[in-house]
């Protein structure tokens, strides 16, 4: 199978292609009354925002100011990096990156790995990134998409 790691691209082009994918599908900002997510910018909520200026020290602001720039940078640190999609093979990681995005990180943490068939505990340590080390990529993301439908 392909074994692609995003080292082998270089993160920076597989985050890219990720956000990419997961942008396409968020658009831009949007304030549907049956979202219960409430308001959204670039698919990142007004909660996200708020602990994310909160941690910059930066004062609250509506999401609908939220930059394109800034929401790239939360994507990358909360959800690319949060969800340890640089050491998995590519194709993998940018699945896995999606579903963080709306699943929450330790959500798809158990998606991975029970898509991998380790122990799932919803922490991505040595055991589950040997397991995608050796995975047969395009056969764990068959049955990682699989496992997001049933949820």
């Known amino acids: 199978g392909d074994r692609s790691y995003c080292a082998g691209r270089g993160m920076t082009d597989a985050f890219q292609e990720a956000l990419k994918f997961t942008l396409f599908a968020e658009g831009g900002y949007s304030d549907n009354p049956a979202d219960s997510g409430g308001p959204t910018n670039y698919g990142i909520t007004q909660g996200t925002w708020d602990a994310y200026t909160a941690a910059q020290g930066l004062a609250p602001s509506p999401v609908d100011r939220l930059p394109l720039s800034t929401a790239k940078a939360i994507y990358q640190h909360m959800y690319w990096e949060a969800g340890h999609c640089p050491d998995l093979p590519e194709k993998l990681a940018i699945c896995h990156f999606d579903w963080c995005v709306n699943h929450g990180v330790g959500g798809a943490a158990l998606t991975l790995q029970a898509a991998l068939c ?4 919803g922490q991505i340590g040595p055991l589950t990134l040997a397991a995608a080390g050796r995975c047969q ?6 049955k990682y998409l699989a496992l997001r439908e049933d949820w």
Not at 118 to 121: A, C, H, I, R, S
Request: aromatic content about 20%.
């Open 137 to 142: 990529v395009w056969p764990t993301v068959v």
């Open 118 to 121: 380790v122990f799932q505990d």
